[in-house]
């Protein structure tokens, strides 16, 4: 028996079985914050590629060992409701975003998880220069800042992006086999923009119907959380991808 009816107290089995069911939630946590994490399309910004509702397996370890507690630096709330004291704190505790950084960069056209910034990156009025010339670009304060994105890298550190007639250029040479992962439905011209050193140049496949760098900005490179490799769910879906 594992009450004590003249105690009222839990014997020492039922508390055994509390701490055991407590472990591993902490260790499926932990999991989640640095190893693996599963990620639900919740939009249609990366038709056709990924459909709303598809389930994804995310590789957090690819850029290195993610620190589990810099959640909280992204997050004014504790459970939604609580204020929370490390919200874009200071501390190497909450800030430091790799606990092992593997040094590793994404590469052009990976399909990359990532927080939305708190605010437009590098700046809400970003000033950059192209062949001599100093041009400026105007971001908006980011929807869900703070939540996780997923959008496709397109724009390296110090690439010029631009779009034509919703064509991708990169560094004025038009992007090759587009084709098997635009959505075929934009007409857009966007222009030329310079990407910042540390930071990331990021677009939906869907584009007409995405929330991505030509509005909000850049993402910096210690917003990374991991890169897109398969489709686990629905069945029908599964797939590696590219």
């Known amino acids: 028996m594992f009450f004590s009816k003249k105690t009222g107290e839990l014997k020492p089995k039922k ?42 397996i995310v590789n957090r370890l690819y850029f290195g060992l993610s620190n589990p507690l810099r959640e909280a630096w992204y997050a004014d709330k504790l459970l939604f409701v609580l204020p929370n004291p490390w919200f874009q704190s200071g501390s190497p505790l909450v800030k430091t975003r790799f606990l092992l950084n593997f040094g ?5 056209l990976d399909i990359v998880i990532f927080k939305v910034p708190l605010s437009p990156q590098p700046a809400r009025d970003y000033t950059y220069e192209i062949d001599g010339k100093t041009l400026h670009a105007y971001f908006i304060q980011p929807g869900r800042a703070g939540m996780d994105y997923v959008k496709r890298c397109i724009g390296l550190p110090g690439d010029v992006v631009e779009l034509r007639n919703g064509r991708v250029l990169i560094n004025g040479e038009y992007l090759p086999d587009q084709d098997k992962f635009t959505w075929n439905n934009d007409n857009s011209y966007y222009g030329p923009l310079k990407v910042p050193e540390g930071h990331y140049f990021v677009l939906g496949d869907n ?12 993402v910096p490179e210690d917003h990374l959380v991991g890169v897109a490799r398969w489709i686990a769910l629905p069945p029908w879906r599964w797939r590696i991808l590219k």
């Open 15 to 56: 508390k055994e079985s509390i701490w055991s069911i407590l472990g591993v939630i902490v260790f499926a946590l932990l999991l989640k914050a640095t190893v693996l994490t599963i990620f639900i399309i919740p939009s249609g910004s990366m038709i056709p590629t990924l459909n709303v509702g598809d389930v994804l």
């Open 104 to 108: 590793v960069k994404p590469k052009r």
């Open 207 to 218: 584009r007409p119907h995405s929330s991505d760098s030509r509005y909000w900005g850049f």
